[in-house]
């Protein structure tokens, strides 16, 4: 009888020690590799004259310029990109108000693969972002940054491309 009581309590001991393990994101900081690619990013505006208040949409295109299929994140807005004003001087135009995103850890749900020499173009709406910046009459630089993060933080088991890519600026003026 003793041994039964043994051996119910190893396998629930064993049984509660897997399920934290599945809980929390350390076993996949073991499984994850990085994968190594050369990505790009291009942003284009739907408009780069634009009267002052107007809010216009941001194109952008991903390129896996590299030799292997790589899998990347779902691009979601100030989850994995960004885009950002800048004065010509450089000096970036600070954020007044922007929504608030709930973000919840990515899984393998949230990878997207990419073939060499293939594209991914994605668009972010004006409605979503046009509380973001006042820019008033004047010069300026758009420019778009798409990350990502550690494996520790996320629940993927897939390998995925792991850094920062940023595009180069494009002239916007403000009427």
Same mark, same amino acid.
């Given at each position: 009888?003793?041994?039964?009581?043994?051996?119910? &309590?190893? @396998? =629930?001991?064993?049984?509660?020690? &897997?399920?934290?393990?599945? &809980?929390?994101?350390?076993? !996949?900081?073991?499984?994850?590799?990085?994968?190594?690619?050369?990505?790009?990013?291009?942003?284009?505006?739907?408009?780069?004259?634009?009267?002052? *208040?107007?809010?216009?949409?941001?194109?952008?295109?991903?390129? +896996?310029?590299?030799? +292997?299929?790589? +899998?990347?994140?779902? /691009?979601?807005?100030?989850?994995? !990109?960004?885009?950002?004003? !800048? !004065?010509?001087?450089?000096?970036?135009?600070?954020?007044?108000?922007? /929504? =608030?995103?709930?973000?919840?850890?990515?899984?393998? $749900?949230?990878?997207?693969?990419? $073939?060499?020499?293939?594209?991914? $173009?994605?668009? =972010?709406?004006?409605?979503?972002?046009?509380?973001?910046?006042?820019?008033?009459? *004047?010069?300026?630089?758009?420019?778009?940054?798409?990350?990502?993060?550690?494996?520790?933080?996320?629940?993927?088991?897939?390998?995925?491309?792991? *850094?920062?890519?940023? &595009?180069?600026?494009?002239? @916007?003026?403000?009427?």
């Amino acid at each position: 009888m003793r041994q039964i009581y043994l051996i119910i &309590s190893a @396998v =629930l001991i064993l049984l509660v020690v &897997s399920l934290w393990l599945f &809980s929390t994101p350390i076993p !996949y900081k073991f499984l994850v590799k990085p994968q190594h690619g050369n990505l790009t990013l291009t942003v284009v505006p739907e408009k780069t004259r634009i009267n002052e *208040g107007e809010a216009f949409d941001v194109a952008f295109m991903l390129e +896996n310029h590299g030799k +292997n299929s790589i +899998n990347i994140w779902k /691009p979601e807005w100030l989850v994995n !990109y960004d885009i950002a004003f !800048y !004065y010509l001087n450089g000096t970036p135009v600070p954020k007044y108000h922007c /929504p =608030l995103i709930q973000r919840v850890q990515m899984t393998d $749900k949230n990878l997207i693969e990419l $073939k060499p020499g293939q594209a991914l $173009k994605f668009v =972010l709406k004006a409605d979503v972002w046009r509380n973001c910046w006042i820019l008033k009459k *004047g010069e300026y630089l758009l420019k778009a940054a798409y990350f990502t993060g550690n494996p520790e933080n996320e629940r993927i088991t897939k390998p995925y491309w792991m *850094g920062r890519v940023e &595009s180069g600026g494009v002239r @916007v003026v403000v009427e």
